[in-house]
């Protein structure tokens, strides 16, 4: 019957197309918002996801990577005390503003790592290398901020809060959450916006990763005035922020499951339509000795089709458009996992979606074929 | 003739609400090999329902249709579907064809349905079609298709898998009158080279003539 179900799908084609339409629709939006969504969490957690590290060492009561606030630098000798850490470094995150060629200024994020380590530095560079930041007052910016920042060019000289800074290194697809362009520096320059004496994290790196846990406790227990986190629990702690408590997370939950809701209105309502105006068709199959089974198989054979050929044509128009939405500052985050949750969910809205004509197709009584 | 279909005491009734309504009474009636049997009456009177219980589509009230000696009445709606697809080929008024597939593709669907071998579906689907003179007309789409021609593939359908009967349904009621004779002609044909049963149901008086026995339904009871 899946033959029957193929030839019966691609023969109406003004049907095919309007269902083609909703599902591609659907595919579109409900792609686009969870890259979207995962694309800006992925930007949130970056620096932590990049960096070699297995412990996160902040203030107290920090929300997410970019609110973190001061504490005194030398707590980092607490860490490097215990036995199992590996080595110890501190990352400085701070904000100021870069005045741009045409008198205006930028807010920027700085980034101040230590270059002999490389713990915190840009992890793709375009020009130059993470190092050469090392000794002056040199900086490294992002290539997407070009939008905001105007062209970069290697040996420029810009403006941060009052200093100037040389750009010896342009780094690519670093971005933070906030999309203020991202600017590295030495951590000793990154001092200079920073209250003397004071540190954003502390990162260790242990001589088992395993332990990362057990290491977190200690900390806590020795630091009081700090929290101390796995690197996949800050990187929770970040994304959780953001998704739940500024409610950006339900927004694009709410968008996506929209997105799949039309589809589900759209297909459900056009394999029904077709259902209802092949019913004699059905019942005709019915006579002849068809079995239910075998009318299902053509309902969810064509719901299937049309579910794939909608989700190819989706995808391949999200693949088209990603460009355009890079260019807008927009970060989708393409996945395989992505693509094959999203296909299996699309699949299973159609399937939901052809169950009304499953139910019609059930009670079909075959005796109004001979009703005329 | 050996008996193909057995009708014993057969009564269907409908209910809906209070409304009782006998649509058969107590017919009995035997359909044998290579004979045509033809089942007239006035609109109302049944003719549809007795040829449903016939074809295995509805179970009966009470009484019992036997088919090739196997007892219908005692099946599971589950087990009908089998029977008619293995005994039973169908006529309908409106030919019912599937106007997405062509000619030989209409034959097919019964073929695929009888689980057919795949190396010989469109060779005995053309074949079929060629048994009624559309062999050209194989790839041909039923809008493409003349009313005489769509009934003609409609009986190379019924035809497909090589059922025992045939069952039609005012089969030249959507027809004029000489293909009308055309398709009765092939009906009757169809049961004398092949020993086949063929019931039909019709108004139609070329139908009288060519049948080798008529029976007149009345207020779903038999007059003889």
């Known amino acids: ?372 | 003739m050996e008996k193909i279909v057995q009708i014993q005491d057969v009564t269907k009734v409908y209910e809906e609400g209070k409304n009782r309504v006998v649509a058969v009474d107590s017919v009995s009636l035997e359909v044998k090999k290579g004979e045509v049997l033809l089942v007239m009456g006035p609109s109302g009177s049944g003719k549809t329902t007795l040829l449903s219980m016939i074809g295995c589509i509805l179970h009966p009230t009470s009484g019992d249709v036997k088919v090739d000696g196997t007892s219908v009445a005692a099946m599971k709606e589950r087990e009908l579907p089998d029977i008619r697809k293995r005994y039973f080929g169908f006529v309908f008024q409106s030919f019912n064809l599937f106007p997405s597939l062509t000619a030989a593709e209409n034959v097919e669907v019964v073929l695929r349905l009888k689980g057919w071998d795949r190396a010989r579906l469109k060779k005995d689907s053309v074949g079929l079609l060629g048994r009624v003179g559309l062999e050209r007309r194989a790839g041909f789409y039923p809008r493409d298709l003349s009313g005489g021609e769509k009934q003609r593939v409609a009986f190379a359908r019924a035809m497909a898998g090589d059922p025992p009967i045939i069952l039609a349904d005012e089969p030249t009621a959507n027809l004029d009158s000489k293909t009308g004779k055309e398709v009765l002609g092939l009906l009757k044909e169809f049961s004398q080279t092949a020993g086949k049963a063929v019931v039909i149901i019709s108004h139609d008086p070329k139908a009288e003539a060519m049948a080798h026995r008529t029976v007149f339904l009345e207020d779903g009871r038999l007059k003889q």
């Open chain 1, 1 to 372: 019957m899946y033959w029957l179900a193929v030839k019966t799908f691609f023969h109406e084609r003004s049907r095919l197309f309007t269902t083609l339409v909703g599902i591609i629709f659907s595919t579109l939006l409900t792609i686009t918002q969870i890259a979207m969504y995962l694309g800006v969490m992925g930007n949130a957690s970056t620096i932590i996801r990049h960096t070699d590290g297995d412990v996160w060492v902040t203030s107290r009561n920090i929300q997410n990577f970019d609110f973190a606030n001061p504490f005194p630098e030398d707590r980092i000798n607490r860490v490097r005390a215990l036995a199992e850490v590996d080595w110890a470094q501190r990352l400085i995150i701070s904000w100021g503003f870069l005045k741009l060629e045409n008198g205006g200024q930028e807010q920027v994020q700085i980034v101040g790592y230590n270059p002999d380590s490389g713990v915190g530095a840009p992890w793709s560079m375009v020009s130059g290398a993470a190092s050469d930041v090392k000794g002056g007052r040199y900086m490294i910016i992002d290539k997407t901020s070009e939008q905001r920042l105007g062209t970069l060019a290697i040996g420029q000289v810009s403006e941060l809060s009052s200093l100037r800074f040389k750009l010896v290194g342009i780094s690519e697809g670093i971005k933070s959450f906030t999309t203020a362009p991202i600017i590295f520096m030495s951590y000793n320059q990154a001092r200079l916006f920073y209250p003397q004496g004071q540190t954003t994290f502390i990162i260790a790196k242990l001589k088992d990763a395993s332990k990362a846990e057990e290491v977190s406790r200690i900390l806590r227990d020795t630091m009081k005035d700090n929290d101390v986190y796995t690197s996949a629990g800050f990187v929770y702690k970040t994304v959780m922020y953001w998704t739940v408590q500024t409610g950006m997370g339900m927004g694009f939950f709410l968008t996506a499951i929209l997105g799949l809701m039309i589809g589900a209105a759209i297909v459900g309502q056009t394999i029904y339509a077709n259902t209802m105006e092949h019913i004699q068709e059905f019942g005709t199959l019915k006579a002849m000795g068809a079995r239910n089974l075998d009318l299902y198989k053509i309902i969810f054979t064509q719901a299937a089709m049309s579910a794939s050929i909608g989700y190819v044509v989706g995808t391949a128009i999200v693949f088209l458009t990603k460009n355009g939405f890079e260019k807008a500052g927009v970060t989708l985050y393409l996945s395989v996992p992505l693509f094959a949750v999203v296909f299996v969910v699309m699949l299973l809205t159609c399937f939901a979606s052809a169950y009304i004509s499953i139910r019609k197709v059930r009670s079909l009584d075959p005796v109004m074929v001979f009703r005329g």
